[in-house]
């Protein structure tokens, strides 16, 4: 915590202060997550109205007084205190809400790796008829199997760059841009006879 136990004492209200002791470390350890959703829940209120109360003091003091300040420095203090104390703790809450559903993801990882070990194999029975003097030809996947292999051609796009190298080789493009260009002129003039 940010403030001392005193201060914290002068500051805060018996509701208050228990729940900013139930963000130390070790009541952090002993909340489960829908504790640790509660106390967020309610340090979020908190940290909001302390921090509207805060913007709300200071209005109300530059339109009493005249200056950004208010009448003194430290017109709001306390309540920019509250404010930045539950600001704290929310953090703290939050980062251990955190932890614990790491925690919870390890533990359902492990049990489901652990099952998985324990669990029997379950071999298939080969099915029995007549043997053949030749073993089975088994299938093979192509060695590209994981692409689209295109015929001649490692990946589909290897074909497009390809193809794109022979527009260019016939000077296909080249060709169609002249078309394209003469077409923008004749309708520029059109455009221009009104």
């Known amino acids: 915590m940010p403030h001392a136990r005193n201060a914290t004492k002068k500051l805060l209200t018996a509701a208050e202060r228990a729940l900013a002791r139930s963000g130390a470390r070790d009541a952090l350890r002993t909340l489960d997550e829908r504790q640790l959703r509660a106390k967020i829940a309610r340090t979020r209120r908190q940290r909001d109205k302390y921090c509207d109360l ?15 300040a208010g009448a003194r420095g430290d017109a709001n203090r306390r309540t920019r205190e509250k404010a930045a104390l539950f600001a704290h703790l929310l953090a703290r809450f939050e980062r251990r ?3 614990v559903w ?7 990882r492990k049990s489901t790796r652990k099952a998985a070990r324990t669990e029997p194999r379950v071999r298939k029975p080969l099915a029995k008829g007549p043997r053949s003097k030749k073993p089975p ?5 192509p060695r590209s199997a994981g692409r689209a292999a295109v015929a001649g051609f490692v990946s589909p796009r290897a074909k497009g760059v390809d193809s794109q190298r022979q527009r260019y080789k016939s000077r296909g493009v080249a060709i169609h841009a002249h078309a ?3 077409g923008r002129r004749n309708q520029a003039r059109r455009d221009r006879r009104g």
Request: hydrophobic share 40%; charged share 40%.
């Open 180 to 182: 394209r260009s003469r």
């Open 102 to 108: 790491v925690a919870a993801r390890r533990a359902a």
């Open 97 to 99: 809400l955190e932890e």
């Open 54 to 68: 805060f913007r709300r003091q200071r209005v109300a003091a530059r339109a009493r007084t005249g200056t950004k």
């Open 137 to 141: 030809v088994r299938a093979r996947a």
